[in-house]
T-cell receptor, first 115, second 113 residues
């Protein structure tokens, strides 16, 4: 079974600064996907960024980028130029292959961006 | 809006009552997932469908829970004889088989009193 661990329950950052959220996972699979989701207060979960395990290049989406260390089973999210709208709970998730269906989520990191 | 929709958004029920939630996936998506999220935790997988076939059920899904997707479009999740421990957000997501990105709906928040 896969496990996903987010060791930072809460973090804060000043507006315009950079913050990194940590995620580690445990799996024996070689083909998998990793995701970061954002869940603003009382709003629905939104996919922020996705990384395919077979790709060595780290995924980037505008101000969001990941540091994927496959051997270390680490998948951190870096948010650059933090904005007030980035305040949310962030979840790291693992999905086995593309036809395995379910995702396994970490318990989340609550990020607060301060003005 | 062509995203995943869920109905109702909020449900308050008394212990012992039955409740049913509905999820309408993105129209071309053939996979549909149900998750449960309790306060301060990440979503936990309950079950998923490909078209009308239920392909996997979590051990979390007790006999009081049943899910259907009769025509491969919308899905329902029923909880019988609700208990206070069933209080949670029930999330639905959909995707295309062979593509990795599930899209989530807004969730149904269930409160059992």
């Amino acid at each position: 079974a896969q496990t996903v661990t987010q060791s930072q329950p809460e973090m804060s950052v000043q507006e315009a600064e950079t913050v990194t959220l940590s995620c580690t996972y445990d799996t024996s699979e070689s083909n998998y996907y990793l995701f970061w989701y954002k869940q603003p207060p009382s709003r629905q979960m939104i996919l922020v960024i996705r990384q395919e395990a077979y790709k060595q290049q780290n995924a980037t989406e505008n101000r969001f980028s990941v540091n994927f260390q496959k051997a270390a089973k680490s998948f951190s999210l870096k948010i650059s130029d933090s904005q007030l709208g980035d305040t949310a709970m962030y979840f790291c998730a693992f999905m086995k292959g593309t036809n395995a269906g379910k995702s396994t989520f970490g318990d989340g990191t609550t990020l607060t961006v301060k003005p | 809006d062509t995203g995943v929709s869920q109905d109702p958004r909020h449900k308050i029920t008394k212990r012992g009552q039955n409740v049913t939630f509905r999820c309408d996936p993105i129209s071309e998506h053939n996979r549909l997932y149900w998750y449960r999220q309790t306060l301060g935790q990440g979503p936990e997988f309950l079950t998923y469908f490909q078209n009308e076939a239920q392909l996997e059920k979590s051990r979390l899904l007790s006999d009081r829970f049943s899910a259907e997707r009769p025509k491969g479009s919308f899905s329902t999740l029923e909880i019988q004889r609700t208990e206070q421990g069933d209080s949670a957000m029930y999330l639905c997501a959909s995707s295309l088989a062979g593509q990795s990105d599930p899209y989530f709906g807004p969730g149904t928040r269930l409160t059992v009193t």
